[in-house]
């Protein structure tokens, strides 16, 4: 099993910053890639930002320039720094982690969310 776990959500002002983490753990072989996405109620949810096991990044539209994604390999963690925040990045913010499993071949596990609320 493969146990995806978000945290550093939380309440900040317009302007303001927060850090996400991400920790993938269980039996685990290799993590392709890690992501972060968003959603609020009524809408679909959106990718923020992804990155590979090779470092190559993407962001989704919103979010570029604020946001930086980064990842420790090593610790299966995969962070989220957020700058500049916005109202409207408002929203439950998912990680995604998908790879190889030691037992059970390809694995894409969601973590159950964290809020993050930016006041204005």
């Known amino acids: 099993q493969v146990q995806v776990v978000e945290s550093g959500g939380g309440l900040v002002q317009a302007g303001g910053s927060l850090r996400l983490s991400c920790a993938a753990s269980?039996?685990?072989?290799?993590?392709?890639?890690m992501g972060w996405y968003r959603q609020v109620p009524g809408k679909q949810r959106e990718l923020v930002a992804v990155?590979?096991?090779?470092?190559?990044?993407n962001y989704g539209d919103s979010v570029k320039g604020r946001f930086t994604i980064s990842r420790d390999n090593a610790k299966n963690t995969v962070y989220l720094q957020m700058n500049s925040l916005k109202p409207e990045d408002t929203a439950v913010y998912y990680c995604?982690?998908?790879?190889?499993?030691?037992?059970?071949?390809?694995?894409?596990?969601w973590g159950r969310g964290t809020q993050v609320t930016v006041s204005s």
């Open positions: 990155i590979t096991s090779g470092g190559r990044t």
């Open positions: 269980g039996s685990i072989f290799s993590i392709s890639a």
């Open positions: 995604n982690a998908d790879g190889t499993g030691l037992y059970s071949g390809w694995f894409d596990r």
